[in-house]
C-alpha cells in the first residue's frame, strides 16, 4: 500500500492491472474512470434538466462513471457524497442558470465547530 501511494504522490495515479491484485480487483466489480471539469458540469446540467435535482461535483463524476459502467437493464445507484449548494461560490458562473437555495439549515451550520453541531454523548 505504502509503494501505491507513494506512486500516487509522484505519477499522479497507479495502475492494478497485471498486478497480483487484478483478479481480485475484476472480481470485486469494482469499477474505475475519470471526469474532467466540462464532465462534471455537463452531467450536473444533464441531471438537473432531466430530474429536476442538483447534485454536487463529487457525485456528478459518480454518476458520469457510473453511467458509462453500468448494466443498461439496472437502474445506477449513485450515493450524494455532499450538498450541491455547499459548492454554489466555486461553480456558480457555469451553472448559474441551476442554482438553488441552500437547504434550511445548511446556512446556519458553516463556520460553526463539530462540538456545537453534533451532540455531546458522555461515556458511563
Same mark, same amino acid.
Given at each position: 500500500?505504502?509503494?501505491?501511494?507513494?506512486?500516487?504522490?509522484?505519477?499522479?495515479?497507479?495502475?492494478?492491472?497485471?498486478?497480483?491484485?487484478?483478479?481480485?480487483?475484476?472480481?470485486?466489480?469494482?469499477?474505475?474512470?475519470?471526469?474532467?471539469?466540462?464532465?462534471?458540469?455537463?452531467?450536473?446540467?444533464?441531471?438537473?434538466?432531466?430530474?429536476?435535482?442538483?447534485?454536487?461535483?463529487?457525485?456528478?463524476?459518480?454518476?458520469?462513471?457510473?453511467?458509462?459502467?453500468?448494466? =443498461?437493464?439496472?437502474?445506477?445507484?449513485?450515493?450524494?457524497?455532499?450538498?450541491?449548494?455547499?459548492?454554489?461560490?466555486?461553480?456558480?458562473?457555469?451553472?448559474?442558470?441551476?442554482?438553488?437555495?441552500? =437547504? =434550511?439549515?445548511?446556512?446556519?451550520?458553516?463556520?460553526?465547530?463539530?462540538?456545537?453541531?453534533?451532540?455531546?454523548?458522555?461515556?458511563?
Amino acid at each position: 500500500m505504502r509503494e501505491l501511494w507513494s506512486k500516487m504522490a509522484a505519477e499522479g495515479g497507479f495502475d492494478l492491472a497485471g498486478t497480483r491484485w487484478w483478479p481480485k480487483v475484476q472480481a470485486s466489480g469494482i469499477v474505475s474512470g475519470h471526469s474532467t471539469h466540462a464532465d462534471r458540469l455537463a452531467t450536473i446540467r444533464e441531471v438537473a434538466t432531466r430530474y429536476g435535482l442538483v447534485i454536487d461535483p463529487h457525485t456528478a463524476d459518480g454518476v458520469k462513471v457510473g453511467l458509462e459502467h453500468r448494466d =443498461p437493464a439496472a437502474p445506477l445507484i449513485c450515493v450524494e457524497t455532499a450538498l450541491a449548494p455547499n459548492f454554489r461560490r466555486r461553480s456558480a458562473k457555469p451553472s448559474a442558470a441551476i442554482r438553488r437555495a441552500r =437547504p =434550511p439549515g445548511v446556512a446556519s451550520r458553516r463556520g460553526r465547530s463539530a462540538a456545537r453541531r453534533f451532540p455531546l454523548i458522555r461515556s458511563a
